[in-house]
């Protein structure tokens, strides 16, 4: 604007120095222009989302910026969805950055990976230079874990209780004795045995184990498919959180129960596709 009134300005009066200011005013306009259009060359943003993401849950997904450029750093970068950015004020060249975004996903199943937008206002803010990033990635929403009260479960075997494996744990009752190999805590160590027989021997304890259970998709409670899908997803965090092998089944399709961090994903993951697939 201020350009254009002097523009105006050197037309009316014939003034050369407003003429060579106009000039100086719109060379540097341009000069701005292609830096900042330089700054967003070379540059590629990838997202990696959590490992659960759940349906109306605000998560933080994880954000990597990369310069390929061989010599010059990327400046004033900013990575944007909606009204969440991270900015990355110098990424080096050939090196890459890592920042944190707030993104909620409505739904359960499969969603695209979030659109974004890179964007610097380099070198002086007079334009706003961006880009839109996509990517063909898919994230899997998980059903959002809704309390169940355990009376309003259909299938009387539903419980927490619990018994002896013969699995090696840190809790239950002595399994066997064996020979002390090195990393074992000290207070596993067996003392009397060991003055005994001159040398160390530690003992081996079962874990405890609780009786595995398989839960059918169609008779957890809940007034439609979507309370089921709710239900189904805090019992199965809850049962694994406390140690409990889970499955699920739906007609033949059967999950047998198992524990761990991915089975917990598998069967979050069949819960988050019901229908759908």
Not at 103 to 132: C, V, Y
Not at 157 to 166: C, E, K, P, V, Y
Not at 171 to 176: F, K, Q
Not at 193 to 203: D, M, P, W, Y
């Amino acid at each position: 604007m201020l350009t254009l009134l002097i523009g105006f300005a050197a037309v009316n009066t014939g003034n050369n120095l407003l003429y060579l200011l106009v000039s100086a005013l719109l060379g540097f306009m341009a000069v701005s222009g292609v830096l900042g259009k330089w700054n967003l060359s070379g540059i590629s943003v990838n997202c990696h989302p959590p490992a659960e993401v759940y349906d109306g849950l605000t998560t933080l997904m994880k954000v990597e910026l990369f310069n390929r450029r061989r010599w010059l750093p990327g400046i004033l970068l900013e990575v944007g969805y909606y009204d969440q950015k991270a900015l990355f004020p110098i990424v080096d060249a050939k090196s890459s950055q890592q920042r944190l975004l707030e993104i909620t996903f409505e739904g359960r199943g499969q969603h695209p990976a979030p659109t974004l937008r890179l964007s610097s206002r380099f070198p002086i803010n007079f334009f706003i230079r961006h880009k839109t990033l996509e990517t063909e990635k898919f994230i899997t929403v998980f059903p959002r874990p809704q309390l169940c009260p355990m009376d309003q479960l259909q299938d009387p075997n539903i419980q927490f209780g619990n018994s002896l494996s013969l699995r090696k744990g840190q809790d239950g009752d002595i399994n066997r004795i064996s020979n002390y190999r090195g990393g074992e805590p000290l207070k596993r160590i067996h003392w009397k045995l060991s003055a005994r027989q001159g040398q160390l021997k530690v003992k081996e304890l079962s874990t405890t184990a609780h009786t595995p259970l398989i839960l059918e998709i169609n008779q957890l409670p809940g007034a439609n498919l979507e309370q089921k899908l709710q239900h189904g997803a805090y019992l199965v965090t809850r049962m694994l959180r406390s140690g409990r092998p889970v499955g699920l089944q739906n007609g033949t399709m059967v999950i047998p129960p198992d524990t761990g961090l991915h089975h917990k994903q598998r069967l979050l993951h069949t819960l988050a596709l019901y229908g759908q697939d």
